[in-house]
């Protein structure tokens, strides 16, 4: 029983030993999950090695709150507007609070040296003036490579995300991030999304337009000669729900004919069509 003490210590010591060598072992996460290191690639994909050419985009100025770094992996380069796959991070006191990939990524006026040096970018955001008093169109924004805009009428803003030349016609379409607001404090869900899949705001492009006052909102899909068709989307009830479709011909975006679909919880066959004299 003496030589019990003894046992105990060595056994004390030992574990100590072993938590101290796994904290050693242990990898400590980055702040900054833009920092890229160039590990060797495996072998048969050496081909993929582009020594990790990146270049690395900082905002001088806070967006809603954030600071914003980007780094893109470029595709091409051409009049001063850089494209390729991007990782878009927003920052808060050093903390990356919430990332979105877009692999169609465009940002202009960058000077083509601080691109082939892959040096970090510094830029001023262009905060967009926004006058809910008028219609809003897309195409406002097409200089931005994502900007928060309110799309579903709750007075609170959603991320926008330009995803360059994706849309019809080669427009830009724009992908809609539903945000999580919780005790006043803004978030973002990546197992749910209010705006995936959910039209209007799966068809978002250079050409949809929003409408505060009417809380409407439209896409316009171009069908060529003769096959040109805006949906409108507007709030009833608290909830958004297509309201109606107009029709339009291609001479000098002159409106052809308006069908309207008269909505309630279902769709009914009562068409009213208006032919511009």
Same mark, same amino acid.
């Given at each position: 029983?003496?030589?019990?003490?003894? @046992?105990?210590?060595?056994?004390?010591?030992?574990?100590?030993?072993?938590?101290? $060598?796994?904290?050693?072992?242990?990898?400590?996460?980055?702040?900054?999950?833009?920092?890229?290191?160039?590990?060797?690639?495996?072998?048969?994909?050496?081909?993929?090695? =582009?020594?990790?050419?990146?270049? !690395?985009?900082?905002?001088?100025?806070?967006?809603?709150?954030?600071?914003?770094?980007?780094?893109?992996?470029?595709? +091409?380069?051409?009049?001063?507007?850089?494209?390729?796959?991007?990782?878009?991070?927003?920052?808060?006191?050093?903390?990356?609070?919430? &990332?979105?990939?877009?692999?169609?990524?465009?940002?202009?006026?960058?000077?083509?040296?601080?691109?082939?040096?892959?040096?970090?970018?510094?830029?001023?955001?262009?905060?967009?003036?926004?006058?809910?008093?008028?219609?809003?169109? @897309?195409?406002?924004?097409?200089?931005?490579?994502? !900007?928060?805009?309110?799309?579903?009428?709750?007075?609170?803003?959603?991320?926008?995300?330009? *995803?360059?030349?994706?849309?019809?016609?080669?427009?830009?379409?724009?992908?809609?991030?539903?945000?999580?607001?919780?005790?006043?404090?803004?978030?973002?869900?990546?197992?749910?999304? &209010?705006?995936?899949?959910? +039209?209007?705001?799966?068809?978002?492009?250079?050409?949809?337009?929003?409408?505060?006052?009417?809380? =409407?909102? $439209?896409? !316009?899909?171009?069908?060529? *000669? &003769?096959?040109?068709?805006?949906?409108?989307?507007?709030?009833?009830?608290?909830?958004?729900?297509?309201?109606?479709? =107009?029709?339009?011909?291609?001479?000098?975006?002159?409106? +052809?004919?308006?069908?309207? @679909?008269?909505?309630?919880?279902?769709?009914?066959?009562?068409?009213?069509?208006?032919?511009?004299?």
């Amino acid at each position: 029983m003496k030589k019990l003490p003894f @046992f105990l210590t060595i056994v004390m010591v030992s574990l100590i030993s072993c938590s101290q $060598s796994e904290q050693t072992d242990s990898i400590i996460p980055q702040k900054d999950t833009l920092i890229v290191s160039h590990n060797p690639y495996p072998d048969g994909f050496e081909i993929f090695d =582009e020594g990790d050419r990146i270049c !690395f985009i900082k905002y001088r100025n806070k967006i809603n709150g954030y600071d914003v770094r980007i780094a893109v992996r470029p595709y +091409a380069y051409y009049d001063s507007k850089l494209v390729g796959n991007a990782e878009i991070a927003f920052f808060r006191n050093d903390t990356c609070f919430m &990332s979105f990939p877009n692999p169609f990524f465009r940002i202009d006026s960058l000077n083509i040296d601080t691109i082939c040096n892959y040096d970090v970018v510094e830029l001023v955001y262009e905060q967009p003036h926004i006058n809910k008093s008028k219609p809003i169109e @897309f195409k406002e924004f097409v200089s931005l490579p994502f !900007f928060f805009l309110d799309v579903n009428f709750d007075e609170k803003d959603e991320l926008i995300m330009k *995803y360059a030349s994706q849309g019809q016609r080669y427009i830009n379409a724009y992908v809609a991030y539903g945000l999580q607001y919780r005790n006043g404090k803004i978030g973002y869900d990546y197992l749910y999304d &209010s705006t995936r899949g959910i +039209a209007p705001f799966s068809n978002l492009d250079d050409w949809s337009v929003i409408n505060y006052t009417k809380k =409407e909102i $439209s896409t !316009f899909c171009n069908g060529g *000669y &003769s096959d040109n068709e805006k949906r409108i989307y507007k709030l009833i009830n608290g909830k958004i729900s297509l309201h109606r479709i =107009e029709d339009y011909d291609c001479l000098g975006e002159v409106l +052809a004919r308006r069908q309207i @679909f008269r909505v309630d919880t279902t769709y009914h066959n009562g068409r009213e069509y208006l032919f511009k004299k």
